[in-house]
Nanobody, 124 residues
Framework: QVQLVESGGGLVQAGGSLRLSCAAS????????MGWFRQAPGKEREFVAA????????YYADSVKGRFTISRDNAKNTVYLQMNSLKPEDTAVYYC?????????????????WGQGTQVTVSS
């Protein structure tokens, strides 16, 4: 089992920045590919970003490429999502997830463990 706890969400004006953190406990964090997903009201959950277990490769949704950066610190069992140039359409609950590399990183089916989510609200 892996327990994931997100933090760092909040209210920010358009153009601003936030840094989300996801702290993991339980089984060895460094084994897992980590991902960030988000779900806006009335919409399906969508992929945001992912990072391989070593941190050597990253993946991004087209909608956030160039604005968001995913990183991880395996010594601290934590994955981060730095979000810059935020837009109102980035408003959503953001979830981190831990999974294995057997699936495409954007597919939620490839993630076995999920956090409870943190709300990000971007005002215009």
């Amino acid at each position: 089992q892996v327990q994931l706890v997100e933090s760092g969400g909040g209210l920010v004006q358009a153009g601003g920045s936030l840094r989300l953190s996801c702290a993991a406990s339980g089984r060895t964090f460094s084994w897992y590919r980590m991902g960030w997903f988000r779900q806006a009201p009335g919409k399906e959950r969508e992929f945001v970003a992912a990072i391989t277990s070593s941190g050597g490769s990253t993946y991004y949704a087209d909608s956030v490429k160039g604005r968001f950066t995913i990183s991880r610190d395996n010594a601290k069992n934590t994955v981060y999502l730095q979000m810059n140039s935020l837009k109102p359409e980035d408003t959503a609950v953001y979830y981190c997830a831990a999974g294995n590399p057997g699936y495409h990183p954007a597919r939620s089916v490839g993630y076995d463990y999920w956090g409870q989510g943190t709300q990000v609200t971007v005002s215009s």
